[in-house]
C-alpha cells in the first residue's frame, strides 16, 4: 500500500522559512511526478510546485522565487523549502505523487505564518 508522510510543517513568523519532506514507501515502481498542493481555509486546493522523475520544475505564480521543490529519487522523498513566508502562505500543505496512472495524496502538514 503506497503511503506519503508529511513532514516539517508549523508556525513561522512572516519572513521567515520552513522546510517541507514528503517520504513515499510501499510502490514497487519509481514515483514519476510529486508534487505539493495548499489549502487554506475557505478556499480551493492549488497547485504549489510540482517536479519529475528528471527534476524538471513548476511553480504557481504566487511562489516563484521563494519556494523550491526538490527531489531525492533513492529516497522516494520531495522537499518544499519555502522562503520569505507570507501569511497568505498560510495553509494545509499536502504531498502528491503519481505512480503508473494514479495519484497518491499525503495527509497534510499545517503551515501558519503569523506574528
Known amino acids: 500500500q503506497v503511503q506519503l508522510v508529511e513532514s516539517g510543517g508549523g508556525l513561522v513568523q512572516p519572513g521567515g522559512s520552513l522546510r517541507l519532506s514528503c517520504a513515499a514507501s510501499g510502490s514497487s515502481t519509481g514515483i514519476n511526478v510529486m508534487g505539493w498542493n495548499r489549502q487554506a481555509p475557505g478556499k480551493e486546493r492549488e497547485l504549489v510546485a510540482t517536479?519529475?522523475?528528471?527534476?524538471?520544475?513548476i511553480y504557481a505564480n504566487s511562489v516563484k522565487g521563494r519556494f523550491t521543490i526538490s527531489r531525492d529519487n533513492t529516497k522516494n522523498t520531495v522537499y518544499l523549502q519555502m522562503n520569505s513566508l507570507r501569511p497568505e502562505d498560510t495553509a494545509v500543505y499536502y504531498c502528491?505523487?503519481?505512480?503508473?496512472?494514479?495519484?497518491?495524496w499525503g495527509q497534510g502538514t499545517q503551515v501558519t505564518v503569523s506574528s
Open positions: 502528491r505523487g503519481l505512480i503508473g496512472r494514479s495519484w497518491f
Open positions: 517536479i519529475t522523475s528528471e527534476s524538471k520544475t
